[in-house]
């Protein structure tokens, strides 16, 4: 019984020690609403390289965020999204809501480098999206609901 509690105490610690690395990606930054993250990590109206637009939100975090997308749209357009219809989201909740119709964005994946040097391939595409989406917190702007993450892009 002794060695079985141990290998159970061995795989408590290992799960405890992933969930604590992927937690910092997950994390709104101190100061910011999930409202204002969502807006910088996934809203970037002109076109720009994955490596600069990439460095507005890796500079908030201290690393380089593993992939990205980058919706080439407005944040009130984005925003009106949250207006139609819900959807379920991938985690279950029924808060998110899909894009009438497809919009530009640009997928970044880190391909080399360490914070701050963090390098990243473009891949631009045409896709509708799905946004999950709450009321807002008091420093945010006075739309009913406001985008808080991105669900997924198809």
């Given at each position: 019984m002794?060695?079985?509690?141990l290998g159970c105490s061995s795989l408590l610690l290992l799960l405890l020690g992933m969930w604590w690395s992927v937690c910092p990606l997950c994390a709104v930054p101190k100061g910011l609403t999930k409202a204002r993250w969502f807006e910088i990590q996934h809203i970037q109206p002109r076109l720009l390289q994955c490596?600069?637009?990439?460095?507005?939100?890796?500079?908030?975090t201290r690393h380089c965020k593993p992939e990205n997308t980058f919706l080439h749209n407005f944040f009130q357009d984005v925003t009106a999204v949250c207006n139609l219809p819900n959807i379920i989201c991938k985690n279950g909740r029924h808060n998110c809501h899909q894009s009438p119709?497809?919009?530009?964005?640009?997928q970044c994946n880190l391909i080399a480098g360490r914070y701050p040097d963090c390098r990243y391939h473009d891949d631009a595409q045409?896709?509708?999206f799905v946004v999950a989406c709450d009321p807002p917190q008091k420093t945010d702007p006075?739309?009913?609901?406001v985008p808080v993450h991105l669900d997924k892009v198809v």
């Open positions: 002794g060695p079985h509690l490596n600069t637009a990439m460095s507005g939100v890796n500079n908030y119709k497809p919009v530009n964005l640009t045409y896709k509708f006075p739309y009913h609901l």
